[in-house]
Every structure is written in structure tokens, then in C-alpha cells.
């Protein structure tokens, strides 16, 4: 377990918030040698500004970056290149998604924080950088009264269900959504998920492992624009995207002084 300028807060006039940002996959459908989390948007690791973007929408919590064992050093150098400080922990990543959050929940539970049932425990994944503030926010707002939510957005496509047999059928695209990050738990309830995990089970979020455990997931408005980068063409689109929130994040913030 290795930790890098961990930021320690005491909150106490409110929940403490964790930021789990999993960036320990191999990135094999991206087609290139680095992974995608690593390669370059608008200037810098996509990582980065997925970590800065959590930072400024909430610069009181903690953040808590899972990185693959191979690549721990490579991300180490590129901070140091880039002269990247914003304050995270490092946790080694494990064998599947499932192993990464595990592996963070593991070191929270083994470190010295006394964590509150109540405490927040958002889920993000490291190639959605275009995650916006009022997005992150909604998240944090979404479990005041739901244990588990996630970020949702219409499906744009028409939908077909393919058969064992290979042949399709239409369905109503009205009753499906597609599912973001970050996804936002109670404290208590993402630990007791993980804890009684079937581990043979292909869980696709975290927000599967919660359901699976008997917890009722809520939903909230996600964003068409925080795409996950899975593409190389993807990180052009991004950094339009990443532009187009930068503008508006900008407008709101002269509104507000």
C-alpha cells in the first residue's frame, strides 16, 4: 500500500467525503501502449484532470487514487514532470475493478480515520475526466436520503436484444439508462456491500455490488459529456467537452462574485 500527500481533514460539521478515482485498468480496447488514463488531454494526463476536477469541487475531502502495481512508478514521474501537486493517496489496484475499490476500502478500514455509517464514499472512474462540479455535487446531495445513487442519462440509440440464437428484438429505449460515475454511497453501506460480495459474481459497478447486497440504488441526473474515454477518437471529443464546461464553470463563478 503506498501513499502519496495524503490530505487529512476534520470535518465536523459534516460528513466526511472519500474519493475512490480507479485508474488500474489496462486500457486494452484503447489500442495504444499507455493506458488511456495516462495519455495526454488538453495538455496533461487524463488522470490529472480528473483528480483536479474533484479537488475543486470538493477540496475537503480526501482523495484516494487506484493505480495497477506497474504502474505506480510511471504515474509517480509523470506527477513529477508535470508538476502535478494535487494531494492524493495512492492505493495499489487489484486484479479486476472489484479488487481496485476493494483494495480502497481495505486501506480506509486498516488506516487511522475514524469513519462515520454516514461518512460519503463516492466511486469515480479515472478516464471520465469531463466530470463537472455541479455533477460531483449532485452526487454528494443524492445520498442525503438514498444509501447508494448513481449518475444517469437517457439512451440517445435505438436498443435491440439479441438472443442466444444471435437474432435481435426491439426494445423501448425509454425504460433504460445509461449508467456514469461518479457513483455516491453511505459509508456504512458500500463497506457491508463489499463485505458480503459473491467474488465469483461479474459485478460491472459498484453500484451492481450494492443492489446484489439488498441495497436500493437511487438514480440523479448524470451528464452526456462525461464520457469514458475507451477510444482514441474519445479524447477529442473530451477536450471539446472539457471546454465547454470550463466556459460554463467560468460564467458561474464571475455570477458569483
Known amino acids: 500500500m503506498l501513499q502519496q500527500t495524503a490530505r487529512h481533514y476534520n470535518m465536523t460539521n459534516e460528513r466526511n467525503i472519500y474519493t475512490i478515482i480507479v485508474a488500474a485498468g489496462s486500457g ?5 501502449d499507455l493506458p488511456k488514463q495516462f495519455c495526454t488531454m488538453n495538455g496533461c494526463p487524463v488522470l490529472m484532470t480528473t483528480i483536479d476536477h474533484f479537488f475543486k469541487a470538493l477540496p475537503y475531502s480526501e482523495i484516494i487514487v487506484v ?14 514532470e508535470y508538476g502535478f501537486r494535487t494531494s492524493h493517496t495512492i492505493v495499489v489496484g ?28 463516492l466511486v469515480h472512474d479515472g478516464a471520465r475526466p469531463n466530470v463537472s462540479k455541479a455533477l460531483i455535487r449532485r452526487a454528494v446531495e443524492s445520498v442525503a ?19 442466444d440464437d444471435g437474432a435481435t428484438s426491439a426494445v423501448d429505449r425509454s425504460r433504460f439508462v445509461a449508467v456514469q460515475t461518479p457513483q455516491a454511497f453511505r459509508a456504512e453501506t458500500i463497506f457491508d456491500a463489499y463485505a458480503k460480495a459473491d467474488r465469483s459474481a461479474s ?13 436500493a440504488v437511487g438514480t440523479f441526473d448524470g451528464d452526456y459529456r462525461n464520457i469514458k474515454i475507451t477510444n482514441p477518437a474519445d479524447i477529442v471529443i473530451a477536450e471539446l467537452f472539457s471546454k465547454m464546461i470550463a ?3 467560468n460564467a458561474t463563478d464571475e455570477q458569483q462574485k
Not at 493505480?67 to 513529477?80: I, K, Y
Open 94 to 121: 487489484g486484479a479486476t475493478r472489484f479488487d481496485s475499490v476493494n483494495n480502497t476500502l481495505d486501506y480506509l478500514r486498516n488506516c487511522d480515520k475514524e469513519i462515520s455509517p454516514d461518512d460519503i464514499v
Open 28 to 32: 486494452s480496447r484503447f489500442g495504444s
Open 145 to 163: 436520503n438514498d444509501v447508494a445513487a448513481i449518475p444517469v442519462v437517457g439512451v440517445t440509440d435505438s436498443i435491440r436484444m439479441k438472443s
Open 247 to 249: 466556459d460554463e464553470e
Open 67 to 80: 493505480v495497477s502495481e506497474n504502474m505506480t512508478d510511471l504515474w509517480q514521474r509523470l506527477c513529477r
Open 203 to 215: 459485478f460491472t459497478d459498484d453500484a451492481s455490488v450494492a443492489e446484489a447486497a439488498g441495497y
